[in-house]
RNA sequence: CGGGAUGUAGCGUAGCCCGGUAUCGCGCCACAUUUGGGAUGUGGAGGCCGCAGGUUCGAAUCCUGCCAUCCCGACCA
């Protein structure tokens, strides 16, 4: 076990926040619920960024920016969106300080706000507002936009990345001429979400859809993807939603069709956050630290010369920059520590925290044999292996140890998914083996609400690959078409 | 917002019941010896004891108020 973090099976979640602190990812700000993204944690995101950002440009959408502030007035006009938001909006009143004269500074009620403006808790509002402006015919649709933000929910109770007061995201909001095409974008956001998940986070998902109680405010439809953590709890790393007409009625966007008839344009918005960096986090890491994937590695490989003087040091150096040369020719992204103020040894432990995939250590006894010792931090396993060739060798450890991570978060998956056919054996799966619970439903919200208030289970998702199956509800008896997906949940 | 707890050096803590300006460890700085898994020794620096009042000759300690954080609920990307 490392220095300073709790093992995760004593306290998972103090062994998440240990992680989150130590490893200099985030910590705790002045403002309450609301955390600092440190440098290595922000690379991290950036990596996330970069290839999501790719992602939605390769599907054709482009990036804009809209206001942080949004009139409380748009808030109102759509009914279940203003309903499922108005309990966790900080408002803007004012827009001046002032001196009390005892040396204290005061909000100067003189400067109150004619309307109120509201810190986005997500953009729809204003973007909508936007788009009527922007649409008139069939052939301004598609709309197809992303926006990289930060949005403001103020959440009872907050955890570092899971759940912050602010947070960071991208929020994607597109404008269609048929439902149906609205339908297929938010089917393929809710894939390239999935895709990102397994490909770079190696976080494997389930893709599926929302019951009515836990879809979005002003959501028709709310696809989703779910992944399931080490302690057994469901993380939700993603949302895509089919909206409907509902904001465009809501905002007055309409467009002419083909055939010269005004109707309203169809809508769907879509979203990750900073909770991905949580989920990366929970998913793979162990009492040692984390556990990066490759691919968003900031540093995928670290090389530790061992050396006893100046002359030794010089000569490893020179070794290890015709192999980063090497290296970085492949894109690999490699950090030499020729640091002379650590000990080897603290410098493994402070890598193996930081989750670095790949160690190479070099010393006297390399340099004669012409080899170096190659350590993994998904296996913790380490072997000295030659200099010839190192870098090839080095090129497909980094392929195979982002399969590796993968493999091994779906192996638990499938190992802590289980099916449950009565309500007593659900209840005792939730206790004794938490994980997805496959379990039959009568498909009314109140009888999900109950298995919600006595077991705080929820319907996850609606798997998309279901198959159907007669069966009968494990709380009601009353009949079922199919088994959904249960679990307690972050 | 309800229930519980806690605020003492960068971090973790002792002292509080029973008032007399603060203990220990980690970390930090200097030097020496070290360097293949978180080094050792010697010396040193670092504190408005969460904030504001009150009691007292004197408050980390007692009293009142406030603020913040954490844990458990309800809410949630």
């Known amino acids: 076990m490392s220095k300073g973090i709790i093992s995760k099976d004593e306290d998972y979640s103090q062994w998440f926040n240990d992680l989150v602190i130590k490893a200099d990812l985030a910590e705790h700000s002045a403002v309450r619920g609301c955390m600092v993204i440190k440098p290595y944690g922000y690379s991290i995101w950036e990596k996330m960024q970069a290839a999501l950002d790719q992602m939605f440009k390769d599907t054709g959408h482009s990036n804009a920016y809209f206001p942080l502030f949004i009139p409380k007035s748009f808030f109102s006009k759509e009914a279940s969106h203003v309903d499922g938001f108005a309990k966790e909006c900080a408002v803007v009143t004012h827009y001046r300080l002032k001196n009390d004269g005892n040396g204290n500074i005061i909000v100067d009620e003189d400067a109150k706000l004619e309307e109120e403006l509201i810190v986005r808790p997500t953009s729809e509002t204003i973007i909508w507002n936007t788009y009527r402006g922007w649409i008139q015919s069939y052939r301004d649709l598609p709309l197809l936009i992303n926006q990289w933000a930060n949005v403001v929910r103020w959440e009872m109770r907050t955890r570092l990345f899971l759940r912050t007061t602010e947070f960071l995201w991208q929020e994607g909001h597109t404008a269609h001429a048929t439902a149906e095409e609205a339908i297929a974008e938010t089917e393929q956001m809710l894939n390239v979400y999935a895709d990102f998940a397994e490909n770079w986070l190696a976080l494997p998902v389930i893709k599926g859809r929302k019951t009515a109680n836990e879809r979005f405010a002003g959501a028709l439809d709310t696809y989703c993807i779910e992944a399931l953590m080490q302690d057994g709890k469901a993380l939700q790393a993603g949302t895509s939603h089919f909206l409907g007409q509902n904001f465009a009625k809501a905002f007055d966007v309409k467009f002419a069709n083909k055939e ?30 984390l556990v990066l994937p490759p691919k968003l590695a900031p540093t995928q490989v670290v090389i530790v010369p061992i050396f006893r003087s100046d002359e030794e040091l010089a000569q490893i150096s020179e070794y290890v920059t015709a192999l980063t040369k090497e290296l970085k020719a492949k894109n690999i992204r490699v950090k030499y520590d020729n640091r002379d103020t650590q000990r080897p040894g603290f410098k493994f432990a402070e890598y193996e925290l930081k989750g670095i995939p790949l160690r190479v250590a070099i010393g006297g006894r390399d340099l004669a044999n012409g080899t170096v010792e190659l350590a993994r931090r998904d296996t913790k ?110």
């Not at 344009?265 to 793979?284: E, I, K, N, P, Y």
């Open 381 to 490: 396993t380490k072997e000295t292996v030659q200099q010839a060739g190192l870098a090839d060798v080095i090129d497909n450890l980094l392929v195979e140890i982002q399969a590796n991570i993968y493999q091994k978060a779906l192996n638990f998956r499938n190992e802590n998914t289980r099916e449950a056919n009565s309500y007593e054996e659900f209840k005792k799966m939730l206790d004794d083996t938490p994980g997805f619970i496959s379990a039959h439903w009568d498909g009314t919200p109140e009888t999900e609400e109950r298995i919600k208030q006595e077991t705080k289970a929820t319907i996850r998702c609606i798997p998309l690959d279901n198959k159907l199956e007669a069966g009968t509800c494990i709380l009601s008896g009353k009949p079922s078409i199919q088994r959904v997906l249960f679990a307690r949940a972050y």
């Open 260 to 289: 010269g008839k005004l109707d309203f344009v169809w809508a769907t918005s879509w979203g990750v956050s900073t909770r991905l960096m949580g989920a990366l986090v929970m998913a793979h890491s162990d009492d040692a630290g």
